[in-house]
């Protein structure tokens, strides 16, 4: 198993930027391709970004892209969301995910074995 939890949240201006963190421990880090998805009030859970368990491979939604992007540092067991030019609408609860399959990308919530507990972004306008 692998233990996931993420920091790095808060309250910043429409056009602001955040950096999200996801430590994980346990089990080896590097072997899990990586997630991130929020939930806004109300709404269903999103995909946001993935990246391979060996950072060569990334895909965005299409929400997000040009503006975030998702990282790793499998030396220091730690996936990131940098978020540049925030908008009201990207406020919501972000959380990690870890895939145990082996498949390079993982798209969809279902598909992740591990998660965080969240963390809150909220983007004022």
């Known amino acids: 198993q692998v233990q996931l939890v993420e920091s790095g949240g808060g309250l910043v201006q429409a056009g602001g930027s955040l950096r999200l963190s996801c430590t994980a421990s346990?089990?080896?880090?590097?072997?899990?391709?990586m997630g991130w998805f929020r939930q806004a009030p109300g709404k269903e859970r999103e995909f946001v970004a993935t990246?391979?368990?060996?950072?060569?491979?990334?895909y965005y939604a299409d929400s997000v892209k040009g503006r975030f992007t998702i990282s790793r540092d499998n030396a220091a067991n730690t996936l990131y969301l940098q978020m540049n030019s925030l908008k009201p609408e990207d406020t919501a609860v972000y959380y990690c995910?870890?895939?145990?399959?082996?498949?390079?990308?993982?798209?969809?919530?279902?598909?992740?074995?591990?998660w965080g507990q969240g963390t809150q972004v909220t983007v004022s306008s």
């Open positions: 995910a870890a895939d145990d399959s082996a498949k390079i990308l993982v798209f969809t919530a279902l598909e992740y074995d591990y």
């Open positions: 990246i391979s368990w060996f950072g060569g491979s990334r």
């Open positions: 346990g089990r080896t880090f590097s072997r899990y391709s």
